[in-house]
């Protein structure tokens, strides 16, 4: 890997990044029962495209994997309520 290629990946890795955080602001304005759906849909899917995946070996089914994986875990503890520091306010 040349210096070219490097610079490449960090500069896709940091866009990643800042995708991941736009994405999770927007994503706590969701209720949080649409969250649980999204998460769990996203799960199933996972876990039933991995399963085709490894029996047909088709390369479809591995994308639905990757794209059902990156969506649960971009919905991924956002159902819960946000925690403060034990402070109440009124």
Do not use: C, H, Q
Not at 34 to 61: C, P, V
Not at 66 to 74: C, G, I, Q
Not at 79 to 87: L, R, V, Y
């Amino acid at each position: 890997m040349d210096l070219k290629e490097f610079l490449i990946l960090i500069g896709v890795f940091l866009l990643f990044m800042a995708v991941y955080r736009l994405a999770g602001k927007a994503i706590k304005k969701f209720p949080a029962k649409t969250l649980k759906m999204i998460n769990w849909t996203a799960f199933t899917t996972a876990l039933l495209s991995g399963i085709a995946w490894y029996a047909f070996s088709d390369g479809i089914f591995m994308l639905i994997t990757v794209a059902a994986v990156v969506v649960y875990f971009l919905f991924y503890d956002y159902d819960k309520p946000e925690e403060t520091d034990g402070i109440k306010t009124l």
